[in-house]
């Protein structure tokens, strides 16, 4: 009897010749580096150099935050990836009512250019990537980074990372939304034309698949309902009057890798082949950086138990492996202790070791798509791929992405797959070691890594300095120009943003002001 994969596709015994029958090379695969790029976006791939190795982190203040980047520099981390606040990521300062108790708890805590700047303090942001999970005020901490390279005197256009900036999965998945989908989707045009002047090597979005595996889609699901809003903000940004080559190189995915290692790189190497027709195909796409699928994994933080959580080096490690045979641009390996408290230093630099181990101790380097013609990775690729065009045909009829939101269609996809899976494991029918078999009588003691409570009240004190130092008469003035230019929909609020954040308006004062013009996003029911 077959074995289902994540997706519910059947995994057979044993695969041969019969599996490929008419199964076309040329068409299927091509070569490394070029199109349908199922091989890989680059010819060499990791035989050259590794993918980059970034390590996920950000915590209380930043101060400490700024330590543990230092930490991870000293050993070998070759790109930053921020993690902020949940105050942050909603737009709010750490003094405000509704941050209560979430201040620096998932992130660091940033509350204006001030703050930015300890959190980069000694980093030459010149020579470092950086990564900056961030949605929908990705353009405030943009803005906030480039006006620190600016006082470190570096060009915006030595400038190099990455922003998430992609709040369509927050409606579907996440929830880190502000304003309503049609302004958000201003914004990121907005993005998309700001940094293509100002910021050419930034990578302006981060498509983001993995936080809606961590919610419970599948693999299918997961590059489906990430595709389907990819093809949402390029259509957005020729909408206002951009060329599709003109952005579409600068576009960068974002995924999960679990540890069912052969779907795992079937489904890298599916999405790599959609969205290449795709661009061509549906947005006549030339250049052929436009329809290169470049993505950043990191391995299923959902899937790491608080149960023996030694294990959860065993689980990263392989989740690794797939996400590099599967042909990753960059990769952050979680922690072991992830799924009890934030990690420790030790955790974290062996979760850096593991990636170093596979790089430099492995072979999987030594070639490119080591699994190419593989029968049972080419079928899995082909039945992956097939289910998640299906998947992305509903969402088209229904209008496209955002109209699927509206509805609570992919939501609800991904609640039921979810469900699924809680049921598989609660009956024992999916094993999870440690959970549900191969457990301990009794756990090993863990002493976790604690925030400070009284970061809190730091940042309010910091708060309170800054709006008693500042020229509040030219923060005033400054944010009444961004609330006209939201008004505007000829208008970069980009622009005028920057003023207001030079002028040290702070970050919930600057996401006020378009909240005034714009609203607030109100979630509907699912589908």
């Given at each position: 009897?077959?074995?289902?994969?994540?997706?519910?596709?059947?995994?057979?015994?044993?695969?041969?010749?019969?599996?490929?029958?008419?199964?076309?090379?040329?068409?299927?695969?091509?070569?490394?580096?070029?199109?349908?790029?199922?091989?890989?976006?680059?010819?060499?791939?990791?035989?050259?150099?590794?993918?980059?190795?970034?390590?996920?982190?950000?915590?209380?203040?930043?101060?400490?935050?700024?330590?543990?980047?230092?930490?991870?520099?000293?050993?070998?981390?070759?790109?930053?990836?921020?993690?902020?606040?949940?105050?942050?990521?909603?737009?709010?300062?750490?003094?405000?009512?509704?941050?209560?108790?979430?201040?620096?708890?998932?992130?660091?805590?940033i509350d204006s250019v001030e703050d930015m700047g300890v959190l980069f303090g000694g980093i030459p942001l010149g020579e470092v990537s950086t990564s900056m999970t961030i949605n929908a005020p990705a353009s405030l901490l943009l803005l906030l980074y480039q006006l620190v390279g600016e006082g470190q005197g570096v060009p915006s256009a030595e400038l190099t990372g990455t922003i998430q900036n992609d709040v369509l999965k927050e409606y579907i998945a996440r929830g880190t939304y502000i304003f309503p989908?049609?302004?958000?989707?201003?914004?990121?045009?907005?993005?998309?034309?700001?940094?293509?002047?100002?910021?050419?090597?930034?990578?302006?979005?981060?498509?983001?698949?993995?936080?809606?595996?961590?919610?419970?889609?599948?693999?299918?699901?997961?590059?489906?309902?990430?595709?389907?809003?990819?093809?949402?903000?390029?259509?957005?940004?020729?909408?206002?009057?951009?060329?599709?080559?003109?952005?579409?190189?600068?576009?960068?995915?974002?995924?999960?890798?679990?540890?069912?290692?052969?779907?795992?790189?079937?489904?890298?190497?599916?999405?790599?082949?959609?969205?290449?027709?795709?661009?061509?195909?549906?947005?006549?796409?030339?250049?052929?950086?436009?329809?290169?699928?470049?993505?950043?994994?990191?391995?299923?933080?959902?899937?790491?138990?608080?149960?023996?959580?030694?294990?959860?080096?065993?689980?990263?490690?392989?989740?690794?492996?797939?996400?590099?045979?599967?042909?990753?641009?960059?990769?952050?390996?979680?922690?072991?202790?992830?799924?009890?408290?934030?990690?420790?230093?030790?955790?974290?630099?062996?979760?850096?070791?593991?990636?170093?181990?596979?790089?430099?101790?492995?072979?999987?380097?030594?070639?490119?798509?080591?699994?190419?013609?593989?029968?049972?990775?080419?079928?899995?690729?082909?039945?992956?791929?097939?289910?998640?065009?299906?998947?992305?045909?509903?969402?088209?009829?229904?209008?496209?992405?955002?109209?699927?939101?509206?509805?609570?269609?992919?939501?609800?996809?991904?609640?039921?797959?979810?469900?699924?899976?809680?049921?598989?494991?609660?009956?024992?029918?999916?094993?999870?070691?440690?959970?549900?078999?191969?457990?301990?009588?009794?756990?090993?003691?863990?002493?976790?890594?604690r925030v400070d409570p009284a970061i809190e009240a730091r940042q309010a004190d910091r708060l309170a300095r800054l709006r008693a130092d500042r020229d509040n008469g030219a923060v005033g003035r400054a944010l009444s120009a961004l609330r006209r230019a939201a008004e505007s929909p000829g208008e970069n609020v980009l622009y005028p943003m920057k003023e207001a954040l030079a002028a040290r308006a702070t970050v919930g004062e600057t996401c006020d002001a378009l909240r005034q013009v714009w609203g607030t996003?109100?979630?509907?029911?699912?589908?």
């Amino acid at each position: 009897m077959a074995r289902l994969s994540e997706s519910g596709l059947p995994i057979e015994p044993v695969y041969g010749p019969d599996a490929q029958e008419g199964w076309d090379p040329v068409a299927k695969l091509g070569e490394p580096g070029r199109y349908p790029f199922t091989r890989g976006v680059y010819p060499t791939m990791y035989t050259g150099k590794p993918w980059t190795m970034r390590q996920y982190a950000g915590f209380g203040t930043a101060a400490e935050s700024n330590a543990r980047y230092q930490q991870l520099i000293a050993n070998g981390t070759t790109g930053l990836s921020v993690a902020f606040d949940l105050p942050t990521q909603m737009g709010y300062d750490s003094d405000a009512a509704i941050a209560h108790g979430e201040v620096g708890k998932v992130g660091v805590a940033i509350d204006s250019v001030e703050d930015m700047g300890v959190l980069f303090g000694g980093i030459p942001l010149g020579e470092v990537s950086t990564s900056m999970t961030i949605n929908a005020p990705a353009s405030l901490l943009l803005l906030l980074y480039q006006l620190v390279g600016e006082g470190q005197g570096v060009p915006s256009a030595e400038l190099t990372g990455t922003i998430q900036n992609d709040v369509l999965k927050e409606y579907i998945a996440r929830g880190t939304y502000i304003f309503p989908p049609k302004p958000s989707l201003r914004l990121i045009a907005d993005i998309f034309k700001y940094c293509r002047t100002e910021i050419p090597r930034w990578n302006t979005i981060s498509i983001s698949g993995y936080h809606m595996a961590e919610a419970g889609a599948s693999p299918a699901q997961e590059i489906a309902f990430t595709l389907s809003n990819g093809i949402e903000y390029v259509r957005t940004a020729i909408a206002a009057g951009m060329d599709v080559d003109d952005f579409a190189p600068r576009l960068s995915f974002f995924f999960v890798s679990r540890t069912t290692i052969l779907e795992e790189v079937a489904k890298f190497r599916a999405a790599r082949r959609i969205w290449a027709r795709v661009m061509k195909e549906e947005f006549k796409a030339e250049n052929p950086r436009s329809m290169m699928l470049r993505f950043h994994t990191q391995t299923a933080g959902v899937q790491l138990t608080a149960q023996q959580p030694e294990v959860n080096l065993v689980r990263v490690s392989i989740q690794a492996l797939a996400a590099v045979l599967g042909g990753t641009q960059s990769l952050h390996t979680n922690s072991f202790d992830e799924a009890i408290a934030l990690p420790t230093e030790k955790s974290a630099r062996l979760a850096l070791r593991t990636q170093q181990v596979l790089a430099y101790e492995s072979d999987v380097t030594a070639t490119v798509d080591p699994f190419a013609g593989s029968y049972v990775v080419e079928q899995l690729t082909d039945e992956v791929e097939a289910a998640a065009l299906d998947l992305m045909r509903k969402v088209e009829e229904m209008g496209g992405a955002v109209a699927g939101i509206e509805r609570g269609y992919q939501k609800a996809e991904i609640e039921r797959s979810a469900y699924q899976v809680a049921l598989e494991t609660d009956s024992g029918e999916r094993t999870v070691v440690g959970v549900n078999r191969f457990q301990l009588d009794e756990e090993e003691p863990y002493e976790p890594l604690r925030v400070d409570p009284a970061i809190e009240a730091r940042q309010a004190d910091r708060l309170a300095r800054l709006r008693a130092d500042r020229d509040n008469g030219a923060v005033g003035r400054a944010l009444s120009a961004l609330r006209r230019a939201a008004e505007s929909p000829g208008e970069n609020v980009l622009y005028p943003m920057k003023e207001a954040l030079a002028a040290r308006a702070t970050v919930g004062e600057t996401c006020d002001a378009l909240r005034q013009v714009w609203g607030t996003y109100v979630p509907v029911d699912s589908f």
